[in-house]
């Protein structure tokens, strides 16, 4: 009700009006002007100033899902980047975002509410496109090798982010997710009903990305299937070994 009357109450002060004498005609005198807020509404608001300065710039929300992939790790990444308010960032050398040591096959992707393009190389990412203080969203993917059942990356990001989560998809068998500035992974259900272990921080206050992975077994099919595998080469190598002996046991004979 007080909602209903303050809005009723703003949309009388919007019209104009004019006072009105007791016997019902117009009183003589100035007929009123426009509410300061109906003036205000009619100028422009400020333009953005262009800036280069990094230091304008910040992750506002840094999202990463950890996926296996065989015998690598895909780490699909949707970083939020924002400029400081009033202020737009533009550079000629672009904001660049490296790749981990170690971590091959980078692309962009066309991710749900992805805004900003990227030129990708060997190396990392190269954004051209300027960045303005509302948010501009970013989605980039490369993959990291699984040495020892174990996967771990660090990643040097191009500004500090002030918050981010770490979702792995992958649970089995005594996985663990350990992510550097983060609280302890726990493991829940995602909104499409898959189980993942996810880790989350607020202001972490690095510009490192330190992420790990580890208990990444393949369970018993997997160790059935190379032990077969093992098999194969063994009785392939003894079949040679005996074909040589018994050429060389003909060819003496022969002398």
Do not use: Y
């Not at 019902?24 to 262009?50: I, K, N, Y």
């Amino acid at each position: 009700m007080i909602r209903l009357l303050a809005t009723a109450a703003c949309a009388a002060l919007a019209v104009p009006w004019s006072a009105v004498a007791a016997d019902g005609g117009p009183e003589a005198g100035d007929a009123g002007t426009a509410p300061e807020a109906a003036r205000a509404a009619d100028v422009a608001p400020a333009p953005l100033s262009s800036t280069a300065d990094v230091a304008a710039l910040s992750i506002r929300h840094l999202h990463v899902v950890l996926e296996r992939k065989g015998d690598r790790i895909e780490v699909s990444e949707l970083m939020t980047l924002t400029s400081r308010a009033g202020t737009r960032f533009s550079s000629p050398k672009g904001l660049r975002v490296a790749l981990p040591e170690g971590a091959v096959a980078p692309r962009t992707d066309d991710a749900d509410g992805a805004q900003l393009s990227a030129a990708v190389d060997a190396t990392g990412f190269t954004i051209t496109a300027p960045i303005g203080p509302g948010g501009d969203d970013l989605s980039l993917s490369f993959e990291v090798p699984i040495e020892g059942g174990e996967a771990r990356f660090e990643q040097r990001l191009p500004v500090a982010a002030a918050s981010l989560q770490v979702v792995s998809t992958w649970t089995r068998g005594r996985a663990r997710l350990r992510v550097a500035g983060a609280g302890e992974a726990v493991r829940d259900e995602l909104n499409n009903g898959l189980v993942a272990l996810i880790a989350m921080g607020r202001q972490p206050g690095t510009r490192a990305l330190v992420v790990s992975l580890s208990g990444i077994e393949d369970g018993a099919e997997a160790w059935a299937r190379r032990a077969a595998l093992a098999a194969c080469i063994a009785l392939f190598a003894a079949g040679v070994w005996a074909f040589a002996r018994r050429r060389r046991g003909g060819a003496g004979g022969e002398a």
